[in-house]
């Protein structure tokens, strides 16, 4: 499942719905993404998740279904705030449950690397020197490029 | 051909979304950043590096070779930062 | 922090008390092991989970210290259960909060890799064929071993 | 010695934790394991396959060649499960 919202999600209220009453899942992983205090060495007032509505869902959707196609996944889910976040706030949960634990570790850092590279979202943050875009990372560029071949040896773009 | 700008690209433009017409000699998204340069002002210093200017034709990345026709819906960004 | 016990836990509650207000957490990564319907083949109806109390604790503060020397670390939680479960019911909660994700994300894995062949816990497992111990699992002891070198290529026991 | 069994080494010897008092002669785990078995019945049963029995001393695992001594608390159970 798939959200792109403004307002917070209560993380334990999520992961009781993803495991709901199947009872093939041996384990969930979960990675909560917050507002660090920090920008570029800054304190971080605030910061604005700008996205690109229908894109976004778009290509969220496409990321769940490669993680889905490349490991046997019982449930997958993937919030994405948007709006003015302060210091401290959640910003994203992925979370994915397998019948085994590995398959859920692997996907949802799959998915967590993905969206970094691919779902069209761009940070302004706020700092006492004003408000700057966020640079892409290189490190978030090598992290998605770990997961570029799939099982098949197959080049993915 | 519907054009959208996001985070600095839009900021710089000045512009969020616009209708536009460009020439039939303009095919593909190269071809496209190229024309919006030549509006000068803000255009021109968007599209100045073009090596931090990403793309997506009808809401998928694509490349600079991609082709834009006029019912596409083109759209220019940063690096995404998401996440 | 390190807690043995009987009765469940409130995840979100919980991965909420981990960031508190620690603002140099970028990502939290969260595992939740959970009891599973079947048990070599057969309907669980549910299994009994044995320790070693003095000996568990040690263990799992051993783990999460080798965690912390590994990477760099905000905060780290280890939560098993011990006693009756029933099929759906939650086992095991592991989280750690980094900085960097890839940090949050390796050390939660390194966790629960390591406590599934060190953490003396034992499952009692009764089907409608009866009681049986569950085995240890091959792939258990392959997945601890992935982490049995540090990054200075030492050998770890 | 204080030792402690769990799991089905616990079902099979019938004890779940005793104060034994080993010859000298048993100075290490594997001699105390031959001297367990040595009790027959559900001892000699339990401690039969030594590849499937794991050992701690003072609540450290250790290997069979690990010196035990009187004051010692030493545990035998099968590899763990738990997670």
Redesign the interface.
């Known amino acids: 499942m798939i959200r792109v919202q403004r307002q917070d999600f209560?993380?334990?209220?999520e992961?009781?719905a993803l495991?709901g009453?199947n009872?093939?899942?041996?384990?969930?992983?979960?990675?909560?993404?917050?507002v660090?205090?920090?920008a570029g060495g800054e304190p971080l007032r605030s910061m604005s998740?700008?996205?690109?509505p229908?894109?976004t869902e778009?290509?969220l959707a496409r990321i769940e279904a490669e993680a889905r196609e490349r490991w046997p996944l019982e449930e997958t889910l993937i919030i994405?705030r948007y709006g003015k976040l302060e210091?401290?706030e959640r910003?994203?949960l992925v979370a994915t449950a397998s019948?085994r634990?590995?398959a859920?570790?692997e996907s949802?850092?799959f998915i967590?690397d993905w969206?970094?590279?691919?779902?069209?979202?761009?940070?302004?943050e706020q700092t006492g020197g004003g408000a700057e875009?966020?640079?892409?990372?290189d490190s978030?560029g090598a992290?998605a490029a770990r997961w570029f071949r799939d099982a098949k040896g197959k080049q993915l773009d | 051909m519907k054009i959208?700008y996001?985070?600095?690209l839009r900021q710089k433009t000045g512009v969020s979304e616009e209708d536009a017409s460009p020439p039939e000699t303009v095919t593909d998204v190269a071809g496209l950043t190229g024309w919006l340069k030549g509006r000068g002002g803000g255009f021109a210093e968007a599209f100045d590096d073009l090596s931090v200017v990403r793309a997506?034709v009808n809401?998928?990345?694509v490349g600079m070779d991609h082709a834009v026709s006029a019912g596409d819906e083109v759209?220019f960004?940063?690096?995404?930062?998401?996440?």
């Open positions: 209560d993380v334990g209220a992961l009781a495991s009453d009872r093939g899942i041996g384990g969930v992983c979960a990675f909560v993404g917050l660090r205090e920090m998740l700008e996205h690109y229908g894109m778009k290509a994405h210091p401290g910003i994203v019948a634990r590995q859920a570790f949802c850092n967590i969206l970094k590279t691919k779902a069209p979202f761009w940070k302004l875009w966020a640079d892409a990372r978030d992290a | 959208i996001f985070a600095w997506a809401q998928e990345h759209a960004f940063p690096p995404v930062t998401g996440g």
